[in-house]
């Protein structure tokens, strides 16, 4: 066999692997592939990308430094270089190599599909809609371009473009079950709907696979609810969640040894330190287990004209691993000074002016950063921290009923670890009340909210120094984009249908109940 041969028979190997998912076995067999032909970029794509699903973007981005080399205009690979960036919140980085693979090739349906998805990021709407438009002109029958659309459409609250554009997708490739999750959560189901029929068909195709499967359960969990047939929608709701737990293997056990970690040493290590620098946007951080009414709060607030929603920012969680993480899920806080605390403020706010927002006020509202509340303060003393919290079984069930985009929420997809985590997010917030005072963090209770809404708004104002602003009460008209599991709700005036939710499903959940410690 000749080299060309080798080769050809050792790609079709790799984009196998890839097709099925077995990344781990793609990076081994590219890795001495590359080695054996150092200027054949695909082996560097191939090995970049495997790289990248596997969450492994910092080595991902130095395969495609390495391909680059070889050919500066290889669209590809500008392409993956772009990607890797995004993944890595270069966003600034990611849009020019996006660009740049755009000049070379203006129809390059893949950078014109990231770069939109970036604009998204941004909160830049209007100009990732119109990329995808000047997209659908080049393609009008592809059906990965629609899906794409839709997805924006649905992230900005148009479920009736989303739906159209969901349904062209599925017309061009039926295959994709996902797009039956995703249109089930904008939809409210009847006993004679046609979707609700076909779903329940559907299920018992037997040429699906596991996946498929995953996100049909879940929008059938949606639909039986939606009819209130609680039995057989907590059923199909069992079996997606079991399927996507395996997948997952998720630990409690790094979240535990962190809490350890800060508990041992934080009080003594920072609490001389706190900087006092004034800078120039006022921070808003809204923290707390994830379907606690953190998007709401965030809607309310981003509603008013002098604020506006940054989304899920992973800075701060980059700059403290950059600043203290040593090795995997351990942080070292032995040595500390305030030179660490400057450089966790450089580099936040080095990110968020990437996004040139002129609002005055910017919320940063990722639910996890309730474990590094203290750090906020620390690094941040004059920012307003907002902590959401409801009924814990109304959010343990909330949680189940989800399908998270992120692996990072890997706890929600079992009922017990559902539950320890949650006794662990109460751990954090009791751990972090005891050292803060009350000035600096604002508990928003979620049914006592909506039951007193104008009330609550008006004291969340207050707590934020932001005058009172009647769109605020309006927040469903609020343009903004929502990509998280509320984008729906939000969509909406504010209703109580969700509290106590979960008594609906009692039968099956007291070993939850009796998992949460303080219920």
Not at 64 to 70: H, Q
Not at 348 to 371: V, W
């Amino acid at each position: 066999m000749n080299q060309n041969e080798y080769k050809k028979k050792e790609l079709k190997k790799i984009l196998n692997l890839i097709e099925v998912k077995k990344y781990g076995m793609v990076i081994a067999k590219a890795k001495p592939l590359i080695n054996k032909f150092p200027k054949e970029y695909i082996f560097y794509n191939a090995l970049g990308m495997a790289l990248i699903n596997s969450g492994r973007f910092k080595e991902s981005l130095e395969v495609f430094n390495d391909a680059i080399k070889l050919d500066e205009k290889n669209i590809y690979v500008l392409n993956n270089l772009g990607l890797a960036h995004g993944y890595l919140a270069n966003y600034k980085q990611s849009e020019e190599y996006y660009n740049r693979a755009l000049e070379i090739k203006p129809d390059f349906l893949n950078s014109l599909i990231n770069l939109a998805y970036l604009k998204e990021v941004l909160n830049l709407n209007n100009e990732s809609i119109k990329i995808l438009k000047t997209a659908l002109n080049y393609y009008p029958n592809d059906y990965f371009l629609h899906y794409t659309i839709a997805t924006v459409y649905q992230f900005l609250g148009d479920f009736k473009n989303s739906h159209l554009h969901y349904n062209k997708s599925l017309s061009l490739n039926p295959k994709q079950m996902e797009i039956y999750r995703l249109m089930s959560m904008t939809k409210k189901f009847k006993e004679d709907d046609k979707d609700f029929d076909f779903l329940k068909k559907m299920i018992n195709d037997k040429n699906l696979d596991e996946t498929s499967k995953m996100h049909l359960y879940f929008a059938l969990g949606k639909a039986f609810d939606d009819v209130k047939d609680f039995d057989n929608s907590f059923l199909n709701y069992k079996k997606g969640n079991d399927i996507k737990d395996k997948l997952l293997k998720f630990k409690l056990k790094p979240d535990e040894t962190r809490l350890i970690n800060i508990k041992n040493s934080f009080v003594t290590k920072f609490n001389n330190l706190s900087l006092q620098n004034k800078i120039d946007k006022n921070l808003i951080f809204i923290v707390g287990m994830t379907r606690s009414g953190t998007t709401l709060i965030e809607q309310v607030l981003s509603a008013h004209d002098d604020v506006t929603a940054a989304g899920e920012l992973p800075f701060l969680v980059d700059a403290i691993d950059k600043e203290f993480k040593k090795k995997e899920n351990v942080l070292d806080l032995n040595e500390v000074s305030e030179k660490n605390l400057v450089n966790i403020q450089n580099y936040y706010l080095g990110r968020i002016k990437e996004y040139n927002f002129s609002e005055k006020f910017i919320i940063d509202k990722a639910p996890l950063n309730f474990k590094w509340v203290g750090f906020i303060k620390k690094v941040f003393p004059n920012s307003y921290i907002i902590n959401c919290n409801r009924d814990p079984m109304d959010i343990c069930w909330s949680n189940y009923k989800q399908y998270y985009s992120s692996n990072n929420l890997g706890f929600a997809y079992n009922l017990k670890n559902i539950a320890n985590f949650y006794n662990l997010y109460e751990e954090f917030m009791k751990f972090w009340q005891s050292i803060l005072d009350e000035e600096g963090l604002l508990s928003i209770k979620y049914e006592i909210f909506t039951e007193n809404f104008e009330e609550e708004v008006k004291k969340l104002l207050k707590f934020c120094n932001l005058e009172w602003n009647e769109k605020c009460i309006e927040f469903y008209k609020n343009k903004s984009s929502v990509s998280t599991a509320s984008l729906a709700q939000v969509r909406q005036p504010i209703y109580k249908t969700s509290v106590a939710a979960w008594e609906n499903y009692s039968s099956y959940l007291e070993d939850l109940k009796n998992t949460l410690k303080n219920y």
